[in-house]
């Protein structure tokens, strides 16, 4: 099974910061990932899919980027809305996994 | 608009087996445009996948828990349901089902189907 390492695991940030969150896969995914935000208590929402195209109705300071192994999802300048907890997902060869999230927290 | 939602009992005795429902509405459940997924949460822990069937049946499932899980459609009701047999503690969690794609071969012109259930709290506890 592929392994998805996303780090980092939590971080500290401003408002007005630029964020970087990344996951390697164990072996090539293409571009078969997305990245999600999650909010307590409410399901994960569809921020990126196919590792850079902007799903509909995100803001556009969400950005990714990658392929093959290593991905990343980019936060151009963080917004209080922003704070949450984000996910990557592969989606490849019929077999799905998540990265181990990413918490991002008001310094 | 789709809409999804999760039924079933929220406590499940530990060696028993869990069994949850998927209801979708709003929607064309025998669309080819989704694979329709369960993917888990436990307390304070990051998301799981579980398994994920097409319309037609075809299902797949994480390996770690391939040998304790069932995921069934049943096009006539727009249902698909998860089993998980003999839970321990380690399966308390909030179970989601959700329409899990994130590649190209679903999504176009910028719209890449994500729809959710509310999330259904299962524990496992005698």
Same mark, same amino acid.
């Given at each position: 099974?592929? @392994?998805?390492? @996303?780090?980092?695991?939590?971080?500290?940030?401003?408002?007005?910061?630029?964020?970087?969150?990344?996951?390697?896969?164990?072996?090539?995914?293409? %571009?078969?990932?997305?990245?999600? @935000?999650?909010?307590?208590?409410?399901?994960?929402?569809?921020?990126?899919?196919?590792?850079? &195209?902007?799903?509909s109705g995100v803001p556009?300071?969400?950005?990714?980027?990658?392929?093959?192994?290593?991905?990343?999802?980019?936060?151009?300048?963080?917004?209080?809305?922003?704070?949450?907890?984000?996910?990557?997902? @592969?989606?490849? %060869?019929?077999?799905?996994?998540?990265?181990?999230? &990413?918490?991002?927290?008001?310094? | 608009?789709?809409? $999804?939602?999760?039924?079933?009992?929220?406590?499940?005795?530990?060696?028993?087996?869990?069994?949850?429902?998927?209801?979708?509405?709003?929607?064309?459940?025998?669309?080819?445009?989704?694979?329709?997924?369960?993917?888990?949460?436990?307390?304070?822990?990051?998301?799981?996948?579980?398994?994920?069937? *097409?319309?037609?049946?075809?299902?797949?499932?994480?390996?770690?828990?391939?040998?304790?899980?069932?995921?069934?459609?049943?096009?006539?009701?727009?249902?698909?349901?998860?089993?998980?047999?003999?839970?321990?503690?380690?399966?308390?969690?909030?179970?989601?089902?959700?329409? $899990?794609?994130?590649?190209?071969?679903?999504?176009?012109?910028?719209?890449?189907?994500? *729809?959710?259930?509310?999330?259904?709290?299962?524990?496992?506890?005698?």
């Amino acid at each position: 099974a592929i @392994q998805m390492t @996303q780090s980092p695991s939590s971080l500290s940030a401003s408002v007005g910061d630029r964020v970087t969150i990344t996951c390697r896969a164990s072996q090539g995914i293409g %571009n078969d990932l997305g990245w999600y @935000q999650q909010k307590p208590g409410k399901a994960p929402k569809l921020l990126i899919y196919a590792a850079s &195209t902007l799903q509909s109705g995100v803001p556009s300071r969400f950005s990714g980027s990658g392929s093959g192994t290593d991905f990343t999802l980019t936060i151009s300048s963080l917004q209080p809305e922003d704070f949450a907890t984000y996910y990557c997902l @592969q989606d490849y %060869n019929y077999l799905w996994a998540f990265g181990q999230g &990413t918490k991002v927290e008001i310094k | 608009q789709l809409q $999804l939602q999760e039924s079933g009992p929220g406590l499940v005795k530990p060696s028993e087996t869990l069994s949850l429902t998927c209801t979708v509405s709003g929607g064309s459940f025998s669309s080819s445009r989704y694979y329709w997924g369960w993917v888990r949460q436990p307390p304070g822990k990051g998301l799981e996948w579980i398994g994920s069937i *097409y319309y037609s049946g075809s299902a797949y499932y994480n390996p770690s828990l391939k040998s304790r899980v069932t995921i069934s459609v049943d096009t006539s009701k727009n249902q698909y349901s998860l089993r998980l047999s003999s839970v321990t503690a380690a399966d308390t969690a909030v179970y989601y089902c959700a329409t $899990l794609t994130v590649t190209n071969q679903f999504c176009a012109n910028a719209v890449c189907p994500d *729809y959710w259930g509310q999330g259904t709290l299962v524990t496992v506890s005698s």
